[in-house]
């Protein structure tokens, strides 16, 4: 792809609210999660990963699921998401009033066992019964094919098991597809070769990318991603979260940096680098953090106000 054909503008998804507070020791109170999603609109974000509709024994960060999107689903400004892994927690977000759900298929079987309970295409069976009813609902639908770039227990996970993987979950094709770096191995090759092909499988589902920086990668990697064709992004203000299933799977990208990384290199998003860096290292105020993982409110833009 050539810088001509590039796209320009990449939407950023801010998943702060439930990938970054999930990971987390600590336990807010709702008030403070729906302010976390209200400065998020404010700094220009419009889609927010609001919260998961999981069991409360295994994520307990999750646990107000309902009372939070009570808080925000009013704000005509918000398409809420929310992280469903069956049909139970499908009806949940209906019902809670979401506006899109994300359904994860783990693509190593070793990690979609822990993460789940069952095998990765069990997962994807789970997709098909989810799709039509999702789909009656009005909901906007995302699959993110999780560990596609390495799992802690199976190791390096093929370009071709997740093309395999896609290809099954495509046969109830969502409107968009993902793929997530969930412990954060990825390098940029990898992306460019496994963006090519899962383009080529589906050339005309939107594609997105979930990076993890735990390997100090993650921006390379988002950049290569946008580079090869990817027009969406997701990213957590502060650099806070990460997979608790997943060992050593911390540090999602800071979606302070990365809009540095984007507006710096010529692409537009639509939300403001500054205020997120305000809410990076307030979200990370409330949860007892010596200070935010992000850079860019440490550091500064450049060229700094008044060049």
Not at 177 to 202: H, W
Not at 287 to 304: E, I, K, N
Request: net charge negative; with cysteine; hydrophobic share 45%.
């Amino acid at each position: 792809m050539t810088a001509s054909t590039m796209p320009q503008a990449v939407e950023i998804v801010e998943v702060s609210p439930r990938d970054g507070l999930q990971n987390e020791a600590t336990i807010l109170p709702t008030s403070v999660k729906a302010e976390l999603v209200r400065r998020s609109l404010d700094a220009g974000v419009r889609r927010i990963e609001v919260t998961a509709f999981a069991r409360p024994d295994r994520v307990p960060q999750m646990a107000d699921a309902e009372d939070l999107m009570a808080a925000v689903r009013d704000d005509p400004r918000l398409s809420a998401i929310g992280l469903v892994l069956n049909r139970r927690g499908l009806d949940r977000a209906i019902a809670a009033g979401c506006d899109e759900v994300t359904v994860v298929v783990v693509s190593s079987e070793g990690l979609a066992v822990r993460n789940q309970g069952v095998g990765t295409y069990d997962q994807v069976a789970a997709w098909h019964a989810i799709a039509p009813v999702a789909r009656a609902a009005g909901l906007r639908t995302s699959v993110i094919l999780a560990a596609a770039f390495g799992c802690p227990f199976d190791g390096e996970v093929p370009t071709s098991r997740v093309r395999d993987v896609a290809a099954a979950v495509l046969d109830e094709a969502p409107d968009e597809l993902a793929v997530a770096d969930t412990i954060g191995v990825g390098v940029p090759t990898q992306v460019t070769e496994l963006v090519s092909a899962l383009g080529d499988l589906a050339p005309d589902v939107p594609l997105r990318a979930h990076f993890h920086n735990t390997r100090n990668t993650g921006y390379a990697n988002a950049l290569a991603a946008v580079q090869a064709g990817v027009s969406v992004l997701d990213a957590s203000a502060g650099g806070i979260g990460g997979c608790p299933f997943a060992p050593g799977a911390t540090g999602n990208v800071a979606t302070e940096d990365l809009l540095y990384l984007l507006h710096r290199s010529g692409f537009t998003t639509g939300v403001g680098p500054t205020q997120v860096a305000e809410t990076g290292a307030w979200i990370s105020e409330q949860l007892g953090l010596p200070q935010a993982p992000a850079q860019l409110g440490r550091a500064g833009w450049f060229p700094s106000r008044g060049q």
